[in-house]
Nanobody, 115 residues
Framework: VQLVESGGGLVQPGGSLRLSCATSGFTFVNYWMAWVRQTPEKGFEWFSAINTGGTYTYYADSVKGRFSISRDNAKNTVYLHMTSLKPEDTAVYYC?????????WGQGTQVTVSS
């Protein structure tokens, strides 16, 4: 199983970014996917998920209305479109898949929101 996040960077408050997570090594279409972020202050926050067909999405209150998760099953890729970014969104962002009792993660991509 391999997950590779990309698209992070430095953005000003109020700006937007789109993260991608390219996957391989498992049957992508059969699994829910999630995005998780980590900061030294708050630890891990599991904040968004999408079902196998992309017809159901979940968002934590901290990102609801600003972030949008989507997936392309033909490309084995999950996306996170982030808008109205705030300094408190600064974190390392990971995509995640749970297969049985195992969680798999990518290497993460840093998002820094600062003026």
């Amino acid at each position: 199983v391999q997950l590779v996040e990309s698209g992070g960077g430095l953005v000003q408050p109020g700006g937007s970014l789109r993260l991608s997570c390219a996957t391989s090594g498992f049957t992508f279409v059969n699994y829910w996917m999630a995005w998780v972020r980590q900061t030294p202050e708050k630890g891990f926050e599991w904040f968004s998920a999408i079902n196998t067909g992309g017809t159901y999405t979940y968002y934590a209150d901290s990102v609801k209305g600003r972030f949008s998760i989507s997936r392309d099953n033909a490309k084995n890729t999950v996306y996170l479109h982030m808008t109205s970014l705030k300094p408190e969104d600064t974190a390392v962002y990971y995509c995640n898949v749970r297969r049985g009792s195992f969680d798999y993660w990518g290497q993460g991509t840093q998002v820094t929101v600062s003026s």
